[in-house]
Structures are given as structure tokens and as C-alpha cells.
């Protein structure tokens, strides 16, 4: 089922549930169907309608996984191209509730990984969500077969990633929607991210 049925319909708290309930009935596969779906439009309709829906560290890593072990999420985002990636997260082995994680896709050797760590939004003034996917941060250790860490202020790195933060809402178990600010604006980019049960 592409997105755009899903959302047809009265955008209304009611859509909520029955849209995540939709997503999590489905397959994996078809799941990921529906996410490769979603156009820019979508994801404007998805971001407005989720306000308040809310994810934490154990939607991106569910309890159970070991620490420095990954646990992928496809993305669609709103680009005019390379629209398919992944984001790879990992939990680390301290107690500080952060997630480790970032980005795997074909453009990865021309902008560099993208590293970041997620977190709460609890320090920050009316943010747009109650977690973020933070580049500003970089994390001190990495699951094994990760890229090397790496500083997201330099080269062409810094035009994708330097000063942005995403801000995630959630639609379904499996899937959220994310939007970009850099230094607190936005950047009129959304994308979408379905996690990956690990086996």
C-alpha cells in the first residue's frame, strides 16, 4: 500500500492510530514498500499530523540488543535524489541513555558517515519533538564494522551534516518521520525511517 492511501481521509487525531495500526499489520516488506512510497508531500501531510507522537532511545534500539550492536532503519527522505539510505544505530556500553548512530547510503564516500548521537530534547526551548538525531555530537565509540569516526565540520561533510539536528516523531512501532533544522531553522527536509527487526 503506498502512504499517499493511507493518509487519504480526514487528517485528524483519528487518522492517527489507524494509520499506525495499518504499518504495524503489515509485513515487512510491504512496510517498506509503503515508506519507499512516500513523496515530499506525504511527509509534510505525516510531520503535521504526528505532532506530539513521540519516540525514545527504545524505538531506535529496542531493549534486549546488546550494546555496539546495530540496528538498521531504512530511510526514504524528501530529496530530489539518493532518496534511499539507512541509518544505523547502536546502544553504547554506559549508562548515559544516549544512542550512537549514522548514516549509510551511496553517497557516504563523497559527504563521509554522518555520525551522531540521539537523545532527548528535555534541555532544549520548545523543540519541535521530544528526541533528536544530533550531528553537533559526535559519539566516542562505534559498532566494529562502522566507518571511521569522524568530525562532521569539514570537507562536504559539513554542508550535509555540520549544525543540523533532526528532530523525530513517531508514526508507527516501526516507523517515524523526521525533519532537519541546522543552528534552530528549518530546512523544508523531511524523511521517513523503518526499523529493521534484528534477527
Known amino acids: 500500500m503506498r502512504l499517499h492511501t493511507l493518509l487519504l481521509g480526514h487528517h485528524d487525531e483519528h487518522s492517527i492510530p489507524r494509520i499506525g495500526s495499518a504499518l504495524d499489520r503489515m509485513a515487512a516488506r510491504s512496510r517498506l514498500f509503503t515508506l ?9 501531510t505525516l510531520w503535521e499530523l504526528m505532532k506530539g507522537e513521540e519516540v525514545d532511545a527504545e524505538f531506535f534500539v529496542p531493549s534486549g540488543i546488546d550494546p555496539l550492536k546495530e540496528v538498521i532503519h531504512h530511510g526514504k527522505n524528501s530529496l530530489p535524489a539518493f532518496t534511499h539510505f539507512q541509518k544505523r544505530f547502536c546502544r553504547p556500553d554506559d ?21 551522531f548521537v540521539a537523545h532527548g530534547t528535555s534541555d532544549e526551548k520548545d523543540p519541535p519533538s521530544a528526541y533528536v538525531i544530533d550531528y553537533t555530537r559526535i559519539p ?10 569522524g568530525s562532521n565540520e569539514r570537507g562536504v561533510g ?5 549544525r543540523m539536528k ?20 528549518e530546512l523544508g527536509a523531511y524523511f521517513m525511517l523503518c526499523r529493521e527487526d534484528p534477527e
Open 166 to 185: 533532526d528532530y523525530m516523531r513517531k508514526v508507527s512501532t516501526h516507523v517515524s518521520i523526521g525533519k532537519a533544522y541546522k543552528e534552530g531553522k
Open 36 to 44: 519507499h512510497s512516500a513523496t515530499r508531500e506525504d511527509m509534510v
Open 158 to 162: 559539513a554542508l550535509v551534516y555540520g
Open 95 to 115: 549508562d548515559s541513555g544516549d544512542i550512537y548512530g549514522y548514516n549509510h547510503g551511496s553517497t557516504e564516500g563523497l559527504t563521509g558517515p554522518g555520525y
Open 140 to 149: 566516542p565509540k562505534k559498532v566494529a564494522t562502522w566507518p571511521e569516526i
